[in-house]
């Protein structure tokens, strides 16, 4: 069965490796895959998901998925693109368009027979709750959402993503690109977490030997490589023949034009030299030889319309009679799919070069990989000095034929001895310290720390800074360089008024009154910015070069993207009754993507699943509890009539009419609305913490989730007391007639309240219930959008209608 389903994807039958794979981890096992560049990782990593995804019927024959979700997580955009895209066509052409869907956004979660394969990236945020059924993305993105701290998501909504990773498959490709006392880290220290409650996969061509060994027994993963005769039986290895030497002057034109034949790929370090040596070729290019230059500083759509060409010319399917030299970057080091016949680079650490080397007679026959020193050997950034120094020492002068096996050695000779060091003197525990500070907040710099240090800004090249529009529905594009970049430009009364940084005006109110800009005169200026626009006599745009600076360019209009409106929120009103009941119906709509989740902590916690059902019922039934007070409904009611005057309210209300776009002036008018989800986890504790089914763990994981299903960092309770019906609904929401809830008596309760019943990240006895607490408060989150959506959405059609009849 699984045979057929990789078949029908990929064209081929699966390799025996492959079918090794799919078998451990449809038994649960995680797994240390080793393979080579261009032997067909991504499709054993992703083939056996899709095989358990569109084959599973709950209760049907026994069988059961052994992941709710994929997140497929690359350390580059441009890969996570890449991948996204082939998957997505392989998908479609093998169960056909109708059953693939490449938006995780407003989902339909009753459809069962779709899957849903997305892309979330900086660049493309079409998922950015971690909705889909495969998930390409970022290790930025994913370890993010991990941390409660996701880039893409407002710091209320911290808490929503960490909780799909929870009964998911979590694929970690390109491992040894990890930066190893930050990204690398923090990846090793969320498997450990998250090993009794997710499956993993961690892919590599060049993780050495003893670095391999190390982490596989450091986190219990199952090690699967090929052996020389697998290996070589496959098409790619048993056709190719590629050689490596090492030259000691620098990449030029004229040696990339020497050697030149139909297809050559020169790779630089920097963007910089990049740039300057795709100008070189231009201009000394022969006839009918075609340059092409790709690398991080494009803009979106002119980035996708140069790798749309890069994958035309340098493919699979590329006309053999095509001349062309593509001149690149790191972009294209892992994952993309593309063959030269001779491949230029600057010298690097050896596992990036055989990373670049997997683009060199990638599809059989003949290769030349050529190694240049560096224009300033001392200079080696943005790599480590010791490794390029180790990987001259070991690289030949001479033209060397080379097979996986002698790059595992050179792998070995350079990476061996500093991977295993790491690994050997790695403590989890310590790491676990400033995750957790992470985690409750107590780490404003854990992008920086903890992932990586995107000590980047945003540049927009104009004349008129004053000029650029900064609406809810228009937005500029701007490019992101690192800031170090910037203060090379900045030369005293040289740039006086040719680069300005961008200012938020101030608002006593939440109105948006617009950006300013200010003039910037020194480095303390750029330490302080977030987005700059810069004159075109100091910086250059063009569509084949990208972004230069330090070069006076031409004048380009600022280019504009339609924005969805900011965060702009409308409801109609619902009786609390009504809310709760389509919330439960939502619930119930969800639920089947999380049933690995679910069992995972039925087992690990020693608990019965249909137990941490009915508590989650009862969690998205009342989670908005705290608006059963007088508070609440006092201010609901006073709106309520200025919105609908001759309408009565006659039970108390989840949600009011309300309108962004005409009521933001008059909501100012009424008393302030009163927090309300600290309130109600407050109201329903007695209620959680007498169920003798659930231990203390599992009760304080529920309270911290309604305590913070609006905000991941909610902790105060106000004093508060309850409508007279409060008690009546929540038993007839739940059929539970002896459910009281609760009012605090003092201030020194609702004090007490977060000091010892909510969920604490740093606290070694909760560190058991924390991913439970990420698993409740993203079904409650999901169920209360999926419901509140529904809602607006028939809200919507009747004024259209009306509009209609008008």
Not at 33 to 42: D, R
Request: with cysteine.
């Amino acid at each position: 069965m699984f045979n057929e389903t990789f078949q029908r994807l990929t064209g081929f039958p699966p390799y025996p490796y492959q079918l090794k794979v799919a078998e451990t981890l449809l038994s649960g096992q995680s797994t240390l895959l080793v393979a080579p560049t261009g032997s067909g990782k991504t499709w054993a990593a992703v083939a056996p998901y899709i095989h358990t995804k569109l084959n599973h019927t709950s209760g049907e024959n026994g069988q059961v998925p052994f992941a709710d979700r994929l997140v497929y997580a690359l350390p580059l955009r441009a890969l996570a693109s890449s991948l996204h895209g082939d998957v997505v066509d392989a998908a479609k052409r093998a169960f056909g368009d109708d059953r693939v869907i490449v938006s995780g956004k407003d989902r339909d979660y009753r459809r069962q027979d779709i899957i849903h394969i997305t892309l979330q990236t900086g660049e493309c945020q079409d998922d950015t709750l971690f909705e889909g059924d495969i998930i390409f993305t970022t290790i930025d993105q994913l370890l993010s959402s991990y941390l409660n701290v996701p880039l893409s998501l407002p710091r209320k909504l911290s808490n929503i993503n960490a909780g799909s990773l929870i009964g998911a498959y979590i694929v970690l490709d390109e491992f040894h690109l990890l930066e190893e006392k930050k990204s690398l880290s923090t990846s090793i220290e969320m498997i450990d977490r998250l090993r009794d409650y997710s499956t993993f996969m961690v892919m590599t061509a060049t993780l050495s030997n003893p670095g391999c060994d190390r982490l596989s027994s450091l986190l219990g993963l199952k090690r699967i490589e090929l052996c020389d005769k697998e290996r070589l039986a496959l098409p790619a290895e048993s056709k190719r023949h590629r050689a490596w030497q090492f030259i000691s002057s620098s990449l030029d034109a004229s040696a990339i034009l020497s050697t030149h034949k139909r297809r050559t790929i020169a790779l630089c370090n920097t963007v910089g030299r990049a740039q300057e040596l795709y100008r070189n070729l231009r201009e000394s290019c022969p006839q009918g030889t075609s340059v092409l230059l790709l690398h991080s500083r494009f803009y979106p759509e002119d980035r996708a319309r140069i790798e749309a060409e890069v994958v035309e010319k340098f493919g699979k399917h590329a006309h053999a009679n095509d001349s062309i030299i593509l001149v690149t970057t790191q972009v294209i080091e892992a994952g993309m799919d593309i063959s030269c016949e001779v491949l230029h680079t600057e010298i690097a650490p050896v596992n990036s070069i055989i990373q670049r080397a997997g683009r060199c007679a990638r599809y059989g026959g003949q290769g030349l990989v050529s190694v240049y020193e560096l224009p300033e050997p001392d200079k080696t950034a943005p790599y480590d000095r010791k490794l390029v120094d180790k990987t001259r020492d070991v690289l030949s002068k001479e033209c060397t034929l080379t097979d996986f096996a002698l790059e595992r050695r050179l792998i070995d000779a350079v990476h061996g001895e500093p991977e295993a060091h790491f690994l050997d003197s790695f403590s989890i525990y310590a790491h676990r310290e400033e995750v957790a500070k992470a985690m409750a907040g107590d780490n404003p710099g854990a992008i920086s720390s903890l992932i990586r240090d995107i000590d980047n800004l945003q540049i927009i090249v104009t004349d008129k800074p004053g000029q650029i529009e900064f609406t809810p529905r228009k937005w500029p594009v701007s490019l992101s360089v690192p800031r170090s970049s910037l203060f090379k430009l900045v030369k005293d009364e040289l740039t006086d008024g040719l680069i300005w940084s961008a200012e938020v005006k101030d608002s006593e109110s939440n109105i948006w009154m617009g950006m300013g800009w200010r003039d910037v005169k020194n480095h303390a200026d750029i330490l302080g910015a977030w987005l700059v626009a810069v004159h075109p006599d100091i910086a250059e745009y063009s569509t084949d070069t990208g972004l230069t600076l330090g070069v006076c360019g031409a004048i380009s209009e600022v280019r504009y993207i339609d924005r969805p409106p900011l965060p702009l929120y409308s409801y109609r009103a619902e009786t609390f009754t009504e809310h709760a009941k389509k919330s439960l119906s939502a619930f119930e709509a969800i639920l089947y993507l999380y049933e690995c989740g679910l069992r995972k902590f039925a087992f690990t916690l020693n608990v019965n699943a249909a137990d941490l059902i009915s508590i989650l019922n009862a969690l998205v039934a009342l989670h908005d509890a705290g608006k059963l007070t007088e508070g609440w409904q006092s201010f609901a009611s006073s709106w309520q009539k200025i919105k609908k005057p001759h309408q009565a309210v006659l039970e108390p209300l989840a949600h009011t009419d309300y309108d962004p776009l005409q009521d933001a002036e008059a909501i100012r008018k009424v008393p302030p609305r009163p927090p309300h989800a600290a309130e109600g986890a407050f109201s329903l504790g007695d209620f959680l913490f007498s169920d003798l089914r659930l231990k203390d763990g599992i009760a304080v994981a529920a309270i911290t989730a309604i305590a913070r299903h609006h905000s991941g960092r909610t902790s105060t309770v106000r004093e508060f007391k309850l409508v007279k019906e409060a008690n009546q609904i929540a038993a007839g929401l739940l059929k539970h007639e002896a459910i009281k809830l609760r009012m605090p008596a003092n201030t020194l309760e609702c004090e007490q309240f977060s000091r010892y019943l909510l969920i604490d990240p740093q606290l070694h006895e909760h560190e058991p219930f924390l991913p439970l607490y990420w698993f409740f408060v993203r079904l409650i989150r999901l169920s209360d959008q999926t419901a509140t959506k529904e809602v607006n959405k028939l809200a919507s059609l009747y004024t259209e209608r009306d509009r209609n009849v008008c």
